[in-house]
Every structure is written in structure tokens, then in C-alpha cells.
């Protein structure tokens, strides 16, 4: 069980009060009707499936239901950075991103 | 019966307190501090159960949670069974009551074991998938019949009457094992003034000490252990928790405690007390400190009874001061082995020889076997055991420097016992549960554990390092280590002294040559519990099994419920040798939580029952118990359901609560419906974007009916939202629906358009909701109320302020069942108030509760959905005919909207909402009968749809039903089929949902 730092609440909480959102920096189209239908199909159902660094949406469902971002290692599920949402994650690496 | 092989010494048995027990039907005398096994031991019985797939019978081999032959089943009622109770580790209390798990019809005459005999040679691995495996259709008969023969232990029939308890703890440091290392590093960090918690599965503290003569200090090393007990039980911030097994290493340095609070006092758990608990650990840092397991040799009839583990026999002499024999031929790979002839000499009976596989150990232990007289027979080994039911004689021969290969003759030795030491392997298992693997260590000659992400600190036997005075100070190094890592300051401790003891170089060997290939020889076990043998491993590697987990699968080696504790590393050597590599290049497998197996109820905790998950009742719920409602779960919600007069089936009640709503009037609990309170300046145009209908002219005062798609254009949740001020809106949701609606609004504000200056909050307990509904709702409100109630003044779909019998209310005009209807909406302190108000008015108006069943079909008449029931995720809002809900021209592209435009959205021939009329009035359809076009095509039946509601509506004094069909909005008038399971085929007629009232004058009054 993850213990997670919630940066809304300035504290480390039980992963118990807290729900996985998936994929972070998914963002919606601004223009849709603009977008193909493949277009709207990557938005919609593509996600990666990293091994190694993963930048994932968290939110504190049993908490203070705040959204946040958590930069996760999905070999050996350390987290490595939190970050605010409309932030950007500090910790990258070459793998993660090609 | 006298317990013949219990001597007088000074263990850790207390003589004074003889407790009485029954195995297998026969009593039996123990003593206060026994475990299950050494009172077995010390009652001379040396068969405690049959192997898994030979029957061979097997005795005692170990002394902890290594051990695994010893599995009993235990329990004096058939509630208090507990299936696969490790003998070395339930302590004896007076009372209990055990058996041997395995063995028809007894463990001492096993039939099974014929098959065995007989069937040795031909039974390799995967014997009953190879044996069994045609015809398939026969599988599960074979399967019944050897599950009956082979199998352990068995679950209670009956609910387990004890209490269990979970505890959810912080704290600074975790050490796990109070042996020495635990120990010395426990006091280091208590002194700190550091948060300890400091837990071992054994009843007192002390570990290895507890059966050792050494010298801490100057004094006996138990008072050594007594002294520093006492000085952390003084500590306020330490926690000791004996009889606490660390069974799970999670991520972050979350750890599971299973605690036997009092397994060791009575068969259940008395009165008032919790049985056992499960501590959820939060750790900042965890020291390791669980020791190793002693290694047996693997050699021929090596699980004859009598054949045991070196340190185990040391541990009963020492601590239950029980000699499990009379004649005892040791075999050993290494000094520390020597202990237990010595300790066995000193209990006054015969040992009669030391065989020691190195051709020329030297050593302190060597010289003080020799100067006892003890004949030491130097680079040999035993080969074969003989006997069945116990060790008659031991077979020694010589063996070369690398082991692998007889010299000279051979000779046989009459003896009893067995013991053998094969060197030690660290109790890795808690390290590898976060995914971290064991690395070889070669000067060890074991797996240690590897780099790990968790705060983790290791101590003692777990790094390979074994003899007193480096396992104390390993400890006291991990103990100043964790201080330092938590910031406290260093505090002053001192090393313990004890003499150091030099010891000869041991030999790394596993697996003891035969004068006969592995293949033929006497069956050479490495894992008891399944029946592994050496042979077997290497027929899996003559089979291409290469890698070391597919062996372990082929095989089952540490498949049992003792994980393979004690045969895995020499399942790993002998794999090696058979593929021509190295121990470190086959590696190892890893180990998984649990440690040692665990109780459901430990698990559940108090979690189960009534408090399994939580229920939630609205206000009116003692007047639905009192008026005889069928309750029905929504969600976590308990719903009337029906409210069925004495004598009346379900079908009956449905019918006389429908007709009197629309008859007259009916009123509603609807409380459960999701409410979530919507404040801000761009609430509005919050709408705009997660409803597919126009939010922008919802004039104060006025409700509107929305539909919530998803990104792809799918229905997911429906509800009714209402005006309350220009920057006040209350939104409803279904019942099951409301904390996921919540959480998705949250998503996009939070998300996607943080600039909306928006905010929301659930209200849905707040609010009591009773739904009146009928031609007279509007005569019974009249009664109650102060406001003009008339068409002109309080229109359909309007909302106004008031006050109902006395109490603040909102009243909403919205109906669900196409009649004039009033949404009432008190506080919920008010609500049942109010609700026995309204049925005092509405005794005139024969006012008729009714639940949620009547609410579904009087909905159905009128072909209103239920989201999640006529939806099912692949459904968009045109393919529920209901276009006018989508507002395409809102400027902004509201969710959903690309979804729904996709080329497969727009594509002919969707499964689209239709009502459905049978042929015959009375047959009520399936929900989820699949509908074909043509009864008669073949089989497979292309199905083009199916049954989403379907009732008998009293009103109509016909059936009813609301399905998706493929291009079913084109398809009015025509039929469609439902094979039944009978053979039968049901015939329905494609017509509008809308059954009732299509122009909706009812509801208009």
C-alpha cells in the first residue's frame, strides 16, 4: 500500500483515501470538432504503459478532492516528486519520455 | 502414557504445570512451555502425518516456522477447526485437541502409501497431469479421487466465533525478530528515545539464545535476554509484540503484524478477548532481523522419522528439555553442527558418531566432540537412512573433497535419530515481498538479500553473518544506523561481550551422492511438504526446464504452506549441477507475503458481518421497518423496495401501489437520490459543458432535465438540475451515481478549466426527499401547505419555497411517472416528521407508499430510463431517441459532443431504445434476454439486442419492456424473438417506449 503525500493537505496519507486516475497531462482538445476521429480516438483511449517512470493523475477521493500529480516508478512503485496540477514534473528521464 | 524422552534439565518448560492433550484421538501429557511438537516429541511419537503425494510417513524435522511435515489440524469444536497448524509453533495448552491432516484410513496404516511403494518410480513430476490427462472430459472424477487421498487440512464448516481486530500503527523503527540482533539493535534505538515497535513470532523473546548456553556479558545469555526485555518494556515509545509474526513487506515500508493474542491460552479465544490482530504498520525504517533456517542434507530416505534438523534437535534438548531419541548419528558440513552431538551427549544418551562431510574440520567445537569421546568419522557422509516409521540405521560411506562422488566402503550405523547440518540459509522471505531479489553470496553460501527502494536495515543471520559476538554487533550497528537515519542523537550503548568462537571453514554442499545414480537410489527429499526429491528436479531439467521458477512450478518445490523454507536453496544447488551451472546463474525464486499462513479473520479483522460495508438509511427508515418494506440495496442504500399488505405476493403489492398512484396518489422515499449543491458566477456555464442540453435560459425558479455524457459520447448519469438563484444550482443524480458525478465535475473544473470560478459541494444526506405523485398529489399538498398551488401559480418543472406541515421546503414539480407529482425536500431532521404529516392529510386520498420496484414500472410506462439500466456505457443519447436533449449549437463543445459524432456513433443499424409489446399480454420478458430477428436461424444466432426493463403494468393490463435494438427507431411494428432456455420462443412487437400518456397531458394539470 502506496503512503502518499497529498500536497493540497500538506500530508502523507494511506493509499486507501485516495483514487488512481490514470495517465497525467492528458489534455482535452481545446477545438474537438477539429480533431479526426483518430485524433479523438488517441484523446480518449490511448495511454501509455510505461515501465519505469510514470507521470500519473492522483486525486484525494476520501480527502480534501483535490486533484494532483504524482511522478511514479511503476517497477519499483517509488514516488518520485508530487506536483501540482497545470505544473510540470521535474523528474524525467529519457525513457519515460521517448 | 509417560513422556519418555523428557529429561530433567533447566529449559524453558515449567514441570509444575502438566497440561493434558489429545492427538488423533489418544491423550497425551505436555508441560507449560511445550510446543504442540515437543510434546509430541516428548511423548515419543514419531509419525505425525503423510507425505502429499507418496504417503510415506513423516515425522518432526524442525523446530519454528520452517517446519514441514509437522502440519496438524487443530481445534476441539467444529467451529474452532484451524486447518495446517505448524506443531513447532502452537504453543500447548490444556485442552487441546489435534490431528494428522493426512493418511487413510490412519497416519500409522496409510493405503495411499501402497500406491506410493509401488508406485515410486512412476510417479515423476507431473505424474497426474501426464497419467490423468485423457479423456479430458474424465478430469474432474480423477481429480475427486486424488484430492480425497492426498490434500492437508480443512476449513471449518461453521462461522468462526472469535473476534479479530485490526490496528493501524506508526512508528519510528520496525524490528522485526528478537533474537540477538533484534535485540542489540532494539536497545540501541530505544535509548534514542526513538518510536520502536519490536515484534517476533515466537511466545517469548530471545530467538537462537533461548536454546543456547552461551555466555552474554558474563552471564547466561537468557538473562542477557531478560535484562534487556525488561529495559524495553520500561520505554514508553517501545512497543513489544511476542507471538507476532511480521507476515508482509509492502511498499513504503508498510508491514502487516499477525498477532496470536491467544492461540496459546484455549481453543477459542475467551471470553471478552480478541483472538488476534492485525497490526497495519507505517515504519520510517525496518530493521531485518529474522535470522536463517537451518538447511537439512539431501540424502537417501532423508524423511524417514528421525531424520531431523541439527539445530532443532538442540533447540528441544535446550529449551523443552526433550531428547527425541536415544541414539543419534549426526551429519555435518560445518562446525556449529557439532553443538548438537554435544548438547545431545550432555542429555546423557548415546551418540554414535559425528560424520562430517569436510575431510579435515578443525575447530574449537571439533576439539571439545573429541575430548567428550564422541567418535568423529571425517569426510563422510550418511547416504541412506533406513527404516520407515523411524530411523533404524544410518548408512555412512566415504565422499571426496567436492562432494560429489563415494570413496571407500561403506557401513552401517544402528541409531534412532538423524540430524543433519547443511548450513544455513538467510530468512530472506520479508525482503524479496517488495520485489527486491536475493543476491548469492558465496562466503556465506546462501542468498543474502539485494538492493532494495525501502528503508531497510539488516541485522544478523539475514546477512549471512552467524556466530554470537558478530550477530550482536551487526545488531547494535543497524540499531546506531537507524538512529542516525531518523535524526535522533547517538545514544550510549555498549557492545555486548561475549567470547569469540573460532570455527573451521564449512563445506558448501547440498545434495549427498548415492552408491546408486539419483535416479535409483532411495528417494532423496528436498521439499517434504510436496514430495520434491532430488530425482524429480533433475527430470524436470532432462525435460527443458531451465529456468529456475518453471522448475519450481513443474516440480512444486515451495509450493507448501511452508514456502519451501527449509528445501529451496537445495532444490537450487541440485538444479544448477543438473544444468551444468553455477547456484548464483540459475538464481533463486522469490518469496511472496505471507510468511507463515494467516487467518481469514485476522484478515477481516471486524470488517465482516454487519459491518462488512456500510449501510445508509434515510430519515423515514423506521417507518418503511414498521410499515413491512422489502428492502432492496442501491449502492450502499437500503430502499423500500415494496410495501407488501399481509397475504399479497410482490406482483400483487406492485400492482395495487401502481394503480393507486395514478388513481389517486403515491408517495415515494427519495431521499437516496444523489445532490450535489452548485455555487459560483460561471456555475451556469459549468453546465453548459458536462450537460448535453442548454443551461444558458434556466430562469430562477425553473428545473430542467439533463443527460451527462462521457469523452465518447455515452450516456453515463441523468438527473434533474434546478435554478435556485443566478449562481445557485442543485443538481440530482441517480442514487449509485452521485459520488462518481462528483468526483468527475471535480476532474474537469480541477482539471480541464480551472479558470471557471465554480464550486461544489454533496448535499444528498442533507436533504430529506418525498415524492408525492398522483391525480390528488396536488389536493394533499394543498392541505399542508401555504402557497397557491394552482397551474397558473406553481407550473410542471417549476420550483418554489415553502413550507410543508410547518418545516422549511423546497418543492420541486418534476415528475418520474408522468403524473401531476411534487418533489418535497426538507431537512433531513424534518423528514420523517413531514412524512408522517403528509399521510395523516393523505388518509382521505387513500395516500399509497410505494418503493422502488413500482417507481421502475410506473417510469416505464411513461419510457423514461434509468441510467445504468437502459444504459450500459456503449449507449448515446440519439441512440435512446432522445435527441432533443442535445443541444449541438452551444458554443461550447460540450462532453460528449465529439464523442457522439464519431463515424461509429453516427453509423445505421446502432442498438437503439425501443418498448417492446408480447404477442402474448401476460408473458413478462427477461431483462437481458437477447433478442434474435429470425427464430429459426442457425446456431451460433446473430443476436441483434436485448431486454434492458420489463414489467406487468396493471395499468396497461399488459406486459412492458424497454430493450436496445440494432436499428430499432426504424423498426416500428415489426417482431422480434427470444429463444428461451425451454425451447420456447417469446414474439414481441417493436412499438414506442412511451406505453402511457405519449402527449403527457397527466403531468400538465
Redesign the interface.
Known amino acids: 500500500?502506496?503512503?502518499i503525500y497529498c500536497p493540497h493537505c500538506g500530508e502523507h496519507r494511506?493509499e486507501e483515501e485516495f483514487?488512481p486516475?490514470g495517465q497525467a497531462h492528458i489534455?482535452?482538445p481545446l477545438?474537438?470538432?477539429s480533431?479526426s476521429?483518430k485524433e479523438?480516438?488517441q484523446?480518449?483511449y490511448f495511454r501509455k504503459n510505461t515501465r519505469g517512470l510514470h507521470h500519473e493523475?492522483w486525486?484525494h477521493?476520501a480527502g480534501c478532492?483535490?486533484?494532483f500529480n504524482i511522478t511514479r516508478d511503476t517497477?519499483?512503485?517509488?514516488?518520485r516528486e508530487v506536483y501540482l496540477?497545470?505544473e510540470q514534473p521535474s523528474v524525467t528521464s529519457d525513457r519515460a519520455q521517448s | 502414557m509417560a513422556q519418555i524422552n523428557r529429561i530433567n534439565n533447566s529449559g524453558r518448560i515449567d514441570p509444575t504445570q502438566p497440561l493434558n492433550f489429545t492427538y488423533n484421538g489418544k491423550s497425551y501429557q505436555g508441560f507449560k512451555g511445550d510446543t504442540l511438537a515437543s510434546a509430541l516429541l516428548a511423548n515419543g511419537v514419531d509419525v505425525v502425518g503423510r507425505s502429499f503425494k507418496y504417503s510415506r510417513p513423516r515425522g518432526i524435522l524442525a523446530a519454528g516456522a520452517e517446519e514441514p511435515n509437522a502440519i496438524l489440524q487443530v481445534g476441539a469444536t467444529e467451529a474452532t477447526q484451524v486447518p495446517n497448524v505448524r506443531a513447532t509453533q502452537q504453543e500447548l495448552f490444556n485442552g487441546l485437541v489435534c490431528q494428522s491432516v493426512n493418511g487413510w484410513p490412519n497416519v500409522e496404516t496409510d493405503l495411499m502409501s501402497l500406491v506410493g511403494k509401488a508406485g515410486g518410480k512412476m510417479m515423476p513430476p507431473g505424474f497426474y497431469y501426464k497419467t490423468f490427462m485423457y479423456p479430458q472430459s474424465l478430469w474432474p472424477t480423477y481429480e475427486n479421487v486424488i484430492r480425497k487421498a492426498a490434500g492437508l487440512g480443512r476449513s471449518p464448516k461453521v462461522g468462526d466465533p472469535d473476534t479479530y481486530d485490526k490496528v493501524n500503527q506508526h512508528c519510528d523503527l520496525l524490528i522485526v525478530g528478537a533474537g540477538p540482533a533484534g535485540l542489540a539493535a532494539a536497545q540501541a534505538a530505544a535509548r534514542s528515545g526513538a518510536r520502536v515497535i519490536i515484534a517476533d513470532e515466537q511466545n517469548e523473546f530471545g530467538g537462537s539464545l533461548l536454546s543456547s548456553n552461551e555466555m552474554i556479558d558474563g552471564q547466561p545469555a537468557d538473562s542477557w535476554v531478560k535484562q534487556v526485555a525488561e529495559e524495553l518494556e520500561a520505554q514508553p515509545e517501545v512497543m513489544l509484540l511476542p507471538r507476532s509474526t511480521v507476515n508482509g513487506y509492502?511498499?513504503?515500508?508498510?508491514l502487516t503484524i499477525h498477532q496470536r493474542c491467544t492461540d496459546h491460552l484455549a481453543d477459542r479465544a475467551p471470553s471478552g478477548q480478541v483472538r488476534q490482530r492485525m497490526h497495519r504498520v507505517?515504519a520510517k525504517w525496518v530493521i531485518l532481523a529474522t535470522g536463517a533456517h537451518e538447511r537439512p542434507l539431501v540424502f537417501g530416505n532423508n524423511d524417514v522419522p528421525g531424520c531431523m534438523l541439527a539445530s532443532a534437535v538442540s533447540t528441544y534438548i535446550h529449551r523443552y528439555s526433550v531428547v527425541p531419541g536415544r541414539r543419534l548419528v549426526l551429519m555435518t558440513t560445518n562446525d556449529h553442527g557439532y553443538k548438537t552431538a554435544i548438547d545431545w551427549h550432555a542429555a546423557g544418551r548415546e551418540v554414535v558418531a559425528i560424520v562430517d562431510t569436510r575431510q579435515k574440520p578443525k575447530g574449537y567445537r571439533v576439539d571439545q566432540a573429541r575430548e567428550l569421546g564422541i567418535t568423529v568419522i571425517s569426510g563422510s557422509a550418511v547416504i541412506e537412512a533406513k527404516g520407515t516409521k523411524r530411523v533404524t540405521a544410518a548408512i555412512v560411506s566415504g565422499i571426496n573433497e567436492a562432494g560429489d562422488k563415494l570413496t571407500g566402503s561403506t557401513q552401517e550405523l544402528s541409531a534412532d535419530t538423524i540430524a543433519s547440518s547443511g548450513g544455513w540459509s538467510p530468512a530472506v522471505h520479508l525482503s524479496c515481498h517488495?520485489?527486491s531479489r536475493p543476491v548469492w553470496n558465496d562466503a556465506v553460501a546462501g542468498f543474502v538479500p539485494g538492493a532494495t527502494?525501502q528503508k531497510q536495515l539488516l541485522a544478523g543471520g539475514i546477512n549471512g553473518v552467524y556466530s554470537l559476538d558478530k550477530v550482536l554487533g551487526s545488531g547494535l550497528e543497524a540499531g546506531l544506523q537507524a538512529v542516525s537515519n531518523l535524526g535522533f542523537a547517538a545514544p550510549a550503548v555498549e557492545l555486548p561481550q561475549v567470547e569469540p568462537a573460532t570455527e573451521g571453514r564449512s563445506m558448501a554442499l547440498y545434495h549427498i551422492p548415492h552408491s546408486k545414480p539419483t535416479s535409483q537410489a532411495p528417494k532423496q527429499f528436498v521439499d517434504y511438504q510436496t514430495d520434491v526429491t532430488a530425482a524429480g528436479i533433475e527430470v524436470a531439467c532432462r525435460e527443458g526446464f531451465e529456468s529456475i521458477e518453471h522448475v519450481k512450478r513443474y516440480t512444486a518445490m515451495g509450493f507448501g504452506t511452508d514456502q519451501g523454507k527449509t528445501g529451496n536453496i537445495n532444490g537450487m544447488a541440485i538444479t544448477a549441477k543438473a544444468l551444468n551451472k553455477t547456484i548464483p546463474e540459475t538464481g533463486t525464486t522469490i518469496f511472496r507475503p505471507n510468511y507463515t499462513p494467516i487467518t481469514f479473520g485476522a484478515i477481516a479483522g471486524r470488517d465482516c458481518g454487519e459491518l462488512f460495508d456500510p449501510k445508509r438509511y434515510t430519515a423515514m427508515h423506521k417507518w418503511h421497518l414498521e410499515n413491512g418494506a422489502r428492502f432492496e440495496d442501491v449502492g450502499q442504500w437500503k430502499r423500500p423496495w415494496y410495501y407488501p399488505k399481509a397475504g399479497e405476493t410482490m406482483q400483487l403489492a406492485l400492482d395495487r401501489e401502481c394503480t393507486a398512484t395514478r388513481d389517486s396518489v403515491g408517495i415515494l422515499d427519495a431521499s437516496t437520490l444523489g445532490k450535489i449543491d452548485i455555487q459560483g458566477p460561471d456555475a451556469r456555464e459549468f453546465l453548459n459543458r458536462v450537460y448535453s442540453n442548454a443551461w444558458a435560459k434556466l430562469a430562477v425558479g425553473k428545473c430542467r432535465y439533463g443527460l451527462m455524457c462521457g469523452?465518447?459520447g455515452m450516456v453515463f448519469d441523468d438527473g434533474v438540475t434546478s435554478c435556485l438563484a443566478d449562481n445557485h444550482f442543485l443538481m440530482t443524480t441517480t442514487s449509485g451515481g452521485a459520488a462518481r458525478v462528483?468526483?468527475w465535475l471535480?476532474?474537469y473544473h480541477?482539471?480541464?478549466w480551472?479558470e471557471l470560478e465554480v464550486f461544489f459541494n454533496t448535499v444528498t444526506d442533507h436533504w430529506s426527499t418525498m415524492t408525492i405523485s398522483g391525480p390528488n398529489s396536488r389536493k394533499l399538498l394543498s392541505k399542508l401547505t401555504d402557497i397557491d398551488l394552482s397551474n397558473e401559480n406553481f407550473a410542471y418543472m417549476d420550483w418554489q419555497e415553502a413550507k410543508v406541515a410547518g418545516a422549511p421546503a423546497r418543492i420541486f414539480r418534476i415528475s418520474f411517472t408522468g403524473e401531476l407529482s411534487y418533489e418535497i425536500n426538507v431537512q433531513a431532521n424534518y423528514g420523517l416528521y413531514v412524512w408522517e404529516k403528509l399521510f395523516e392529510a393523505g388518509a382521505e386520498f387513500n395516500l399509497t407508499p410505494y418503493g422502488t420496484e413500482t417507481m421502475h414500472v410506473l417510469r416505464a410506462e411513461k419510457g423514461f430510463i434509468i441510467a445504468g439500466q437502459d444504459t450500459d456505457g456503449s449507449v448515446t443519447p440519439e441512440d435512446l431517441g432522445m435527441n432533443w436533449c442535445i443541444a449541438r449549437k452551444k458554443p461550447f463543445?460540450f462532453i460528449g459532443?465529439?464523442?457522439m459524432?464519431?463515424?461509429d456513433c453516427q453509423r445505421e443499424n446502432r442498438k437503439q431504445l425501443v418498448g417492446l409489446r408480447t404477442k402474448q399480454p401476460e408473458v413478462v420478458l427477461e431483462e437481458g434476454a437477447q433478442a434474435v430477428f429470425d427464430p429459426n436461424a442457425g446456431i451460433p444466432m446473430p443476436m441483434v439486442g436485448h431486454v434492458t426493463s420489463s414489467y406487468y403494468s396493471a395499468n396497461l393490463g399488459h406486459s412492458i419492456a424497454m430493450a436496445v435494438i440494432k436499428g430499432g427507431l426504424g423498426r416500428t411494428g415489426e417482431s422480434v424473438y427470444f429463444p428461451q432456455a425451454d425451447g420456447g420462443v417469446i414474439e414481441a412487437e417493436i412499438c414506442s417506449p412511451v406505453f402511457l400518456d405519449p402527449k403527457g397531458e397527466r403531468q400538465n394539470v
Open positions: 500500500m502506496l503512503s494511506e483514487h486516475k489534455v482535452r477545438d474537438p470538432e480533431c476521429d479523438w480516438g484523446y480518449l493523475l486525486v477521493a478532492r483535490k486533484f517497477v519499483s512503485y517509488e514516488i496540477i497545470g | 509492502h511498499d513504503h515500508n508498510f507505517r517488495t520485489g527502494k469523452e465518447d462528483l468526483e471535480e476532474l480541477q482539471t480541464e480551472p463543445s459532443k465529439r464523442g459524432a464519431r463515424e
